[in-house]
């Protein structure tokens, strides 16, 4: 049922709160929800107009809040934004918006697209709510701000842009949402002084699905075994690392988890689900189980399966990381934790009461569950000696003979006493960790006015100390001068300050390096026969690093080094000092590096990121790999999720990003092959980026999700029918063909065409080699113009023409290509007949 608050101000009574609250209560319970005594609460303060702290355990229903929060706003006429910290949190929430307040009234505006863009209800991130307020401030059309995972302001990189809004919009109603919070005092009290609203808080609310904590210090199979037999199931695992979860998952799957029922339900559910990669086997293994496996590195549309597998009750046990503490939303009855410590990204540290608790607060949900268990499991040398213990009994010569295990080398020591501390304990009082950026600046500088007075209040009017404010104004100042010094801004006779250049639009927030990389285009030689890759290498210099990727790539580069140095007779001493210059590759970074000096002299804006070339795509492109070899060449199955997010990331930029007279065939092909390659994939990432970008003739996308989601996502669209891309996928399969060719692979060659054979393919490279000293494998010797194609309405045949130094092109290979088996199988499906001379 549609929440439209028309009715109400057709009536008049808009300006009522009591009104308000009423066709609100009146809604909720059309659709069968009785809100909990601190949602009335909370409600009865929104439609008051008074900012709200809500500070509730998770499964108290702040989601239902914030629609409330939102119903008010509309109806007494004000735009009103939710933000939240991920774009897949944002994505979710547009369409559950879309679906309760219509298509018409809802937006969302990411760093990729925007849809909508004037709707009422704005959903975002917090950085483009934040550059906003810093580009309009009082004067912005932002009426109330409804920020979830509010806990994120605590966030050392990211805390900024939770902040800054609180600190430039005082014409806002603030509604901040976290089961985290801890201490809001002082928030609170801040918030009311810049609003002139006064700030309700409601917190410390009774979960209404209790919490039950217990220590196990029984080996962790018997713990798991022990809670699937008494009733404790659906059970999340949190691990702390990707490879943990996996080996727990592995080490579960040979145990009864699910009843055959349950096996017989999954296995009907999920058998048509198309699970294309090395990864997608292992979990279609697990699932099939009742077991779950779910991080973020596994591609979104695995992920999407077990959390629906989840909810439908079907998997009694789900091996995870802690990224169920930022947003699953499945019944959990028992929270398990392997460990109470973690890695951050610095060193190993016990976890702190904020985590503990996001991550404790999934067990138990409402109308699911009458409790909730949360259990912590004991350090494994801790339960071994306790074990042994008990296996001696009362004998005293046996306990004597015991030979207590020792903690491992580098172990941060956790037990009961630590599990019953972050029990007890309140989350952590937030801390502020504002920033000052040329962007900021920039954005300030740009709203006009007075500049400097508005910099001067956002520096040393904030949440920080005062010795950090003191350290922002240095940094402002010195920021400010690079600024002036280039040129970008100037001083005016009456003292202000405005811009002497214009700012692409959402520089700060889309692409930030896109103005660096349309002036590095231009750099290239479009005559050149790696224009086409060469243009991809500056788009791929502007995305974030995927660390996965690049980590395996320099493995891999220095292991080859190596043993070409060992080749050679280079002595150790002297390859270890050349090892630490091995890197992963790094196309066109003198060029890039020199451009982006250049760059940032005159745009010193820029400086704020960092331009970084890798070669992914390219790399992908140049091995002429599937998406399945590839990540198996790296063996990073269990980062694919990381590896894909970056390839549609790169798909997008490159869309986007090159001008259209940029684009020779060459490229195009490129950039085609590229978007089919990640919809066959995955198609989540791209499909729905590309309708919201395409959007209707009103420019109003009506999407809605129905009520009883499917198992089965749609199939991507058939492979064959973009005829462009499918192209460029055929030719990589044949030049992958040449390639190994050029290696005398044989093994390899005869395991891509197991009917041509390692006989087959023997033959004829001797009888190649008899006449020419190479197969050369350059830019030239992958064009089209050395792919001759005949295609057909159910199959093509090829020949794959090899470039010999002689340049007398007589040789060739000749395949078919299966359309059908193609669209089945999401990639070129390609048989070699021969390979012989023309």
Same mark, same amino acid.
């Given at each position: 049922?549609?929440? @439209?608050?028309?009715a109400?101000?057709?009536?008049g009574?808009?300006?009522?709160?009591?009104?308000?609250?009423?066709?609100?209560?009146e809604?909720?319970?059309?659709?069968?929800?009785?809100?909990?005594?601190?949602?009335d609460?909370?409600?009865?303060?929104?439609?008051?107009?008074?900012?709200?702290?809500?500070s509730?355990?998770?499964?108290?229903g702040?989601?239902?809040?914030?629609i409330?929060?939102?119903?008010?706003?509309l109806?007494?006429?004000?735009?009103?934004?939710?933000?939240?910290?991920?774009?897949?949190?944002?994505s979710?929430?547009?369409?559950?918006?879309v679906?309760?307040?219509?298509?018409?009234?809802?937006?969302?505006?990411?760093g990729?697209?925007?849809v909508?863009?004037?709707a009422?209800?704005?959903?975002?991130?917090?950085?483009?709510?934040a550059?906003?307020?810093?580009?309009?401030?009082?004067?912005? @059309?932002?009426?109330q701000?409804?920020?979830d995972?509010?806990?994120?302001?605590?966030?050392?990189?990211?805390?900024?842009a939770?902040?800054?809004p609180?600190?430039?919009?005082?014409?806002?109603?603030?509604?901040?949402?976290?089961a985290?919070?801890?201490?809001?005092?002082?928030?609170?009290?801040?918030?009311?002084?810049?609003?002139?609203?006064?700030?309700?808080?409601?917190?410390g609310?009774?979960?209404?699905?209790?919490?039950?904590?217990y220590?196990?210090?029984?080996?962790?199979?018997?713990?798991?075994?022990?809670?699937l037999?008494t !009733?404790?199931?659906?059970?999340?695992?949190?691990?702390?690392?990707?490879?943990a979860?996996?080996e727990?998952a592995?080490?579960?799957?040979?145990?009864?988890?699910?009843?055959?029922?349950?096996?017989?339900?999954?296995?009907?559910?999920?058998?048509?689900?198309?699970?294309?990669?090395?990864?997608?086997?292992?979990?279609?293994?697990?699932?099939?189980?009742g077991?779950?496996?779910?991080?973020?590195?596994m591609?979104?549309?695995?992920?999407?399966l077990?959390?629906?597998?989840?909810?439908?009750?079907?998997?009694?046990?789900?091996? !995870?990381?802690?990224?169920?503490?930022?947003g699953?939303?499945v019944?959990?009855?028992?929270?398990?934790?392997?460990?109470?410590?973690?890695?951050?990204?610095?060193?190993?540290?016990?976890?702190?009461?904020?985590?503990?608790?996001?991550?404790?607060?999934?067990?138990?949900?409402?109308?699911?569950?009458?409790?909730?268990?949360?259990v912590?499991?004991?350090?494994?040398?801790?339960?071994?000696?306790i074990?042994a213990?008990?296996?001696?009994?009362d004998d005293?010569?046996?306990?004597?003979?015991?030979?207590?295990?020792?903690?491992?080398?580098?172990?941060?020591?956790w037990?009961?006493?630590?599990?019953?501390?972050?029990?007890?304990a309140?989350?952590?009082?937030?801390?502020s960790?504002l920033?000052v950026?040329?962007?900021?600046?920039?954005?300030v500088? !740009?709203?006009?006015?007075?500049?400097?007075?508005?910099?001067?209040?956002?520096?040393?009017?904030?949440?920080?100390?005062?010795?950090?404010?003191?350290?922002?104004?240095?940094?402002?100042?010195?920021?400010?001068?690079?600024?002036?010094d280039?040129?970008?801004?100037?001083?005016?006779? @009456?003292?202000?300050?405005?811009?002497t250049?214009d700012?692409?639009?959402?520089f700060?927030?889309?692409?930030?390096?896109?103005?660096?990389?349309?002036?590095?285009?231009?750099?290239?030689?479009?005559?050149?026969a790696?224009?086409?890759?060469?243009?991809?290498?500056?788009?791929?210099?502007t995305?974030?690093?995927?660390?996965?990727?690049?980590?395996?790539?320099?493995?891999?580069?220095?292991?080859?080094?190596?043993?070409?140095?060992?080749?050679e007779?280079?002595?150790?001493?002297?390859?270890?000092?050349?090892?630490?210059? $091995?890197?992963?590759?790094?196309?066109?970074?003198?060029?890039?590096?020199?451009?982006?000096?250049?760059?940032?002299a005159?745009?010193?804006? $820029?400086?704020?990121?960092?331009?970084?070339?890798?070669s992914?795509?390219?790399?992908?492109?140049?091995?002429?790999?599937?998406f399945?070899?590839?990540v198996?060449?790296y063996?990073i199955?269990?980062?694919?999720?990381?590896?894909l997010?970056y390839?549609?990331?790169?798909?997008r930029?490159?869309?986007?990003t090159?001008?259209e007279?940029l684009?020779?065939?060459?490229l195009?092909?490129?950039?085609?092959?590229?978007?089919?390659?990640?919809?066959?994939?995955?198609?989540?990432?791209?499909?729905?980026?590309?309708?919201?970008?395409?959007?209707?003739?009103? !420019?109003?996308?009506?999407?809605?999700?129905?009520?009883?989601?499917p198992?089965?996502?749609?199939?991507?669209?058939?492979?064959?029918?973009?005829v462009?891309?499918?192209?460029?996928?055929?030719?990589?399969?044949?030049?992958?063909?040449?390639?190994?060719?050029?290696?005398?692979?044989?093994?390899?060659?005869?395991?891509?065409?197991?009917?041509?054979g390692?006989?087959?393919?023997?033959?004829?490279?001797?009888?190649?080699?008899?006449?020419?000293d190479?197969?050369?494998?350059?830019?030239?010797?992958r064009?089209?113009?050395?792919?001759?194609?005949?295609?057909?309405?159910?199959?093509w045949t090829?020949?794959?023409?090899?470039?010999?130094?002689?340049? @007398?092109?007589?040789?060739?290979?000749?395949?078919?290509?299966?359309?059908?088996?193609?669209?089945?199988?999401?990639?070129?499906?390609?048989?070699?007949?021969a390979?012989?001379?023309?």
């Amino acid at each position: 049922m549609r929440l @439209d608050p028309t009715a109400l101000r057709d009536s008049g009574a808009a300006t009522d709160p009591d009104a308000i609250y009423l066709a609100f209560v009146e809604w909720a319970e059309s659709t069968g929800i009785s809100l909990y005594p601190a949602q009335d609460e909370a409600i009865i303060e929104i439609v008051s107009g008074q900012n709200l702290i809500l500070s509730t355990p998770t499964g108290t229903g702040k989601s239902l809040v914030a629609i409330g929060a939102h119903f008010a706003a509309l109806a007494t006429g004000r735009r009103t934004y939710y933000t939240a910290p991920i774009k897949a949190l944002v994505s979710e929430k547009f369409f559950s918006l879309v679906d309760i307040f219509g298509p018409e009234n809802v937006g969302m505006v990411t760093g990729d697209s925007a849809v909508n863009a004037d709707a009422p209800i704005i959903c975002c991130t917090a950085e483009i709510l934040a550059n906003l307020a810093l580009r309009e401030g009082p004067d912005a @059309d932002v009426g109330q701000v409804v920020m979830d995972e509010f806990h994120f302001y605590a966030d050392p990189d990211r805390g900024w842009a939770w902040q800054v809004p609180l600190l430039t919009l005082p014409q806002a109603q603030f509604v901040l949402m976290s089961a985290t919070l801890g201490d809001v005092t002082e928030l609170a009290e801040d918030l009311t002084r810049r609003t002139g609203r006064e700030t309700a808080t409601v917190t410390g609310v009774e979960r209404p699905v209790p919490l039950h904590f217990y220590y196990e210090t029984t080996p962790i199979h018997e713990t798991i075994e022990e809670l699937l037999s008494t !009733g404790q199931a659906p059970i999340y695992i949190v691990h702390f690392s990707q490879a943990a979860a996996m080996e727990r998952a592995q080490a579960l799957s040979s145990t009864k988890i699910a009843s055959r029922e349950q096996r017989d339900e999954i296995a009907e559910l999920i058998g048509a689900f198309r699970f294309t990669t090395a990864f997608g086997k292992t979990l279609s293994r697990f699932l099939r189980a009742g077991i779950g496996v779910h991080h973020a590195g596994m591609l979104p549309k695995y992920r999407r399966l077990v959390e629906q597998l989840a909810q439908r009750g079907l998997l009694r046990v789900i091996c !995870g990381t802690d990224t169920l503490g930022v947003g699953i939303n499945v019944p959990i009855r028992t929270v398990l934790l392997t460990a109470l410590t973690k890695f951050d990204g610095t060193r190993m540290r016990q976890l702190n009461a904020r985590e503990f608790h996001q991550i404790a607060g999934r067990a138990g949900r409402a109308g699911f569950d009458t409790a909730g268990t949360v259990v912590a499991q004991a350090p494994e040398h801790e339960s071994e000696n306790i074990a042994a213990i008990k296996k001696a009994g009362d004998d005293p010569k046996k306990k004597r003979k015991i030979v207590r295990k020792k903690a491992p080398d580098g172990f941060v020591s956790w037990g009961e006493p630590s599990f019953q501390k972050l029990i007890a304990a309140e989350p952590e009082t937030l801390t502020s960790h504002l920033q000052v950026t040329s962007a900021m600046i920039l954005n300030v500088i !740009g709203r006009g006015g007075d500049a400097f007075a508005t910099m001067r209040e956002l520096i040393f009017d904030n949440h920080e100390p005062r010795a950090r404010q003191r350290e922002l104004a240095r940094r402002a100042l010195g920021i400010y001068r690079t600024l002036r010094d280039s040129g970008i801004v100037e001083q005016t006779p @009456d003292g202000s300050i405005r811009l002497t250049v214009d700012m692409p639009p959402h520089f700060a927030l889309n692409q930030p390096l896109s103005p660096f990389a349309l002036a590095a285009f231009e750099l290239l030689d479009p005559e050149s026969a790696t224009f086409a890759l060469d243009m991809i290498s500056i788009v791929e210099s502007t995305l974030d690093d995927p660390r996965a990727v690049l980590g395996q790539q320099e493995f891999l580069a220095r292991g080859e080094a190596v043993a070409e140095m060992k080749r050679e007779g280079i002595e150790y001493e002297e390859r270890m000092e050349l090892l630490e210059q $091995i890197t992963y590759p790094k196309p066109l970074d003198e060029l890039l590096g020199a451009a982006f000096e250049t760059y940032s002299a005159a745009q010193p804006w $820029i400086r704020d990121f960092e331009v970084r070339p890798k070669s992914v795509v390219r790399d992908m492109y140049e091995r002429a790999m599937s998406f399945g070899e590839y990540v198996a060449f790296y063996k990073i199955a269990r980062s694919e999720g990381v590896v894909l997010r970056y390839l549609s990331d790169a798909y997008r930029a490159a869309s986007q990003t090159i001008p259209e007279h940029l684009k020779n065939e060459d490229l195009r092909d490129l950039i085609e092959w590229l978007g089919e390659l990640v919809r066959q994939v995955d198609s989540s990432l791209l499909d729905e980026w590309e309708e919201l970008v395409t959007g209707t003739d009103n !420019g109003i996308v009506d999407l809605h999700r129905p009520d009883d989601e499917p198992i089965i996502p749609p199939a991507p669209k058939r492979l064959t029918t973009n005829v462009r891309a499918f192209r460029i996928l055929v030719r990589n399969e044949l030049f992958r063909r040449v390639q190994l060719a050029a290696r005398e692979d044989v093994e390899a060659l005869a395991a891509l065409d197991p009917e041509f054979g390692a006989a087959g393919w023997d033959a004829a490279l001797d009888a190649y080699f008899a006449e020419h000293d190479e197969i050369l494998t350059g830019p030239d010797a992958r064009s089209s113009k050395l792919l001759i194609l005949e295609e057909g309405p159910t199959s093509w045949t090829a020949r794959q023409i090899i470039d010999d130094p002689a340049g @007398d092109h007589d040789w060739g290979i000749s395949a078919t290509i299966d359309l059908a088996a193609s669209d089945e199988a999401g990639e070129a499906v390609v048989t070699v007949t021969a390979v012989n001379r023309l």
